[in-house]
């Protein structure tokens, strides 16, 4: 079975056993959370979509903090000696898909 979810403003693709890395949710290693809003189904060739879908995407938290790539805003103008360096890494939760019911 797959399912589309959206999560966080996100919209992931996943099956059952999927591993995936989301935005950061609150918890810890083991907890289990919900996915309701789940956009569209796919069970052996029967499509829902919309309001025809009634499946909830059950997950468990594998890894509560990943810290993601280090990103770097640097702004300068020349001539002037303005320069600004700014950075931040994204916080993400490794979950892995336990079952679409």
């Known amino acids: 079975m797959l399912a589309v979810v959206k999560i966080a403003g996100q ?3 996943v099956k059952a056993g999927d591993s995936l890395y ?3 949710i609150e918890g810890k290693n083991g907890d289990s ?4 809003e789940v956009l569209m189904t796919d069970n052996n060739g029967t499509v829902s ?3 025809d879908v009634k499946a909830v995407v059950k997950a468990e938290i594998v ?3 990943v810290k993601g790539d280090k990103v770097i805003a640097f702004k300068m103008k020349r001539r002037k000696g ?3 360096k700014r950075g931040h890494r994204t916080q993400y939760t490794q979950i892995k898909v336990t079952a679409i019911a």
């Open 11 to 13: 919209q992931f693709k």
């Open 82 to 84: 303005f320069r600004k």
């Open 63 to 65: 890894n509560d903090l």
């Open 33 to 36: 959370v919900e996915f309701a």
């Open 49 to 51: 979509i919309g309001n």
């Open 22 to 24: 989301v935005p950061h």
